[in-house]
């Protein structure tokens, strides 16, 4: 409770001002989402599926859909919050923690006074590691309601909402390079600075690199196939009937002889695209998360080592 | 000579990190826009029979190419406007906030002949490293914005308008003079910068809606051939018979010559129309003039809430 009363103090500021930006996200999330449901369950016979009405009088059904539309459209607006969150609260929360008492020269008399730095670390870490946990845990429960909406209960690539997932992972991936940050800078304003390049770096990076070990998974399938919106497609090509063999639009045109302006597909052949299918969302999207909660680790476990390390008293 | 040296050494050292990191990022970022810039045009060059936008068969692998290097440039010039703001408040929250709150302030401002041009002297150097990193984002953003739309002349079209060129500027000093500003009130860095970043956030939508009702003043009816050069669009709907002109409530019909029927019977017997779609924009050939008014406009307020910081600092505790 001491560790927790101090963390207030330390960083009240930051702390007020992240915790009602969190709670104004969850109530707009959760308020949207909430209302969507209701004027599906006022109107059942206008929301027969997800795209539309099962066979009912359009002309009643009007202000329904308007008012769920105007819903679906502001959604994704709140939903950005969710997706900002644990980068602001990773970029607000983490670097003055060690950085601040490096800068005050207070770090020396703080860890002599706890006993060991171990000790300090736990202490003035811990609160606020479990704050952005709560808060991430929170944020990805409080938009679920809201995804489903959004995305007419289908999973897919590309949610409106992050999925609790990889809301944590991203969290405390943001936490623990702005510790990280704070730690080998030693000053405050320009560990922030540091730690939020160093966030979309690497956070870009994990995406970069998903997605081309996604290219490489993505398995050529027929047009005509059911890949509606949420799945991932990479290319188009084609696929000889006889052989099996395939390949891409390009390697097609490239070939001599081909008739540009012929139709396609031609004889004997069937357009395919490469695609990975909306039902393997949730398999990529575990890989994401185990990627980025293994960066996270060893983001934390080299704060962990460089403030063990660290002399106190140089910025 | 020497003076002028020892301030600029001086400011630089009080935020040698920031500026170092920032630049860092703008070079980055500068570098990306160039290469994609180049592999843009040397595509465009290599494929002059090609309308990249509706690519015939023979120009579809180019085409492919260039339309996901062009998706790129797109993420890349969006991701611009969160770095000019960035750029802006890194650089301008700390000039007073870091003073007093390390307790500095005190003796700074005693040592100075008076606290304004103390932070004159602090606001000059972080305003110049700003305009010199923005204007780089500035000049990379337009040339990759041409790059990708080789087909027309991005310096007379609304294309990316405010996302691009020197209105990042103006945006930037806007943000900065709201750093600054907010500094100084709060005298805390972390906190003022979550302030500022929330008040450029309600300037930046202030001024989108201040310019939205000076551009309605301006706006001309478009001719067929304005939609060829990315007019501003301002507003569409139905010329009413009498002139008067309305939304498109009502209107789920339109004929060939651009006249509205409020339903099919009426569409085919081509009667009882409605009226006649109007469409109101700004066209492209005036972009440059907007966007200098605009970026003046925006630097402006920026000087305006500096100067604020100038009245705060003067008046408030060092501590």
Known sequence: MRAVRLAWRLQRWELASLIAFVAAVVVALVGIGWRMEQIQASAPECFGDAHGPAGSDQGACEASFMAYSALQQIGPYAAVGATLAPFLLGVILGPPLVGREIEGRTAAIAWTLSGSRWRWLALRAGPVALLVLVAMVVLGLAGTTLAEQVAGGEPGFDPVVPPL????????????????????????????????????????????????????????????????????????????????????????????????????????????????????????MWREAGMLASLAAAAAAMFVVATAGRSPGSP | MRTMSAWARLSFRLQRLEILLLTAAVLLASGLMLWLGFQLNGLSAAYPECDFADPARSCRAAGETFGSAVGIGELIIMSTSPLTIGVALF?????????????????????????????????????????????????????????????????????????????????????????????????????????????????????????????????????????????????????????????????????????????????????????????????????????????????????????????????????
């Open chain 1, 165 to 284: 997932p990889l809301e944590v992972a991203r969290g405390g991936l943001a936490l623990a390079i702005g510790l990280l940050a704070g730690t080998l800078i030693g000053r405050t304003f320009p560990a922030v600075l540091a730690a939020a390049l160093a966030i979309v770096v690497v956070m870009s990076a994990t995406s970069i690199g998903i997605d081309a070990w996604m290219k490489t998974e993505a398995r050529p399938v027929p047009q005509a196939f059911g890949m509606a919106g949420a799945s991932k497609i990479y290319e188009t090509g084609l696929r000889d009937d006889g052989t099996g063999d395939v390949i891409t639009l390009a390697q097609y045109y490239r070939t001599p002889g081909v008739d540009d302006a012929a139709e396609l597909p031609p004889p004997g052949m069937t357009l395919v695209v490469w695609v990975i299918p909306a039902a393997e969302y949730p398999t990529w």
């Open chain 2, 91 to 319: 650089l301008g929250v700390p000039l007073v906030a870091r003073e007093a709150e390390q307790g500095t302030a005190q003796l700074a401002w005693t040592i100075g002949p008076s606290r304004v041009r103390w932070l004159i002297g602090r606001v000059a150097f972080a305003a110049l490293v700003g305009v010199l990193l923005l204007g780089l984002l500035a000049v990379m953003t337009d040339l990759l914005a041409a790059a990708m739309r080789p087909e027309i002349n991005t310096s007379q079209a609304f294309w990316f308008y405010g996302g691009r060129g020197p209105l990042l500027i103006g945006r930037g000093m806007l943000a900065f003079g709201a750093g600054v500003l907010i500094g100084a009130v709060l005298g805390k860095q972390l906190p003022a910068l979550l302030l500022a970043a929330l008040a450029v956030g309600g300037l930046t939508l202030a001024s989108e809606i201040a310019f939205g009702s000076w551009h309605e003043t301006e706006a001309v009816v478009a001719s067929p051939t304005d939609h060829l050069s990315e007019p501003l669009g301002i507003s569409s709907g139905i010329e009413l018979p009498s002139g008067e002109r309305v939304g498109y409530g009502g209107a789920e019909f339109q004929d060939d010559n651009g006249d509205l029927y409020a339903n099919e019977a009426d569409f085919l017997a081509r009667r009882n129309s409605l009226g006649r779609e109007y469409q109101l924009i700004i066209p492209g050939r005036r972009y440059s003039e907007i966007v200098a008014r605009e970026t003046a406009v925006l630097t402006g307020v920026g000087v305006l809430l500096i100067g604020g910081a100038a009245v705060v600092t003067s008046r408030r505790r060092p501590v």
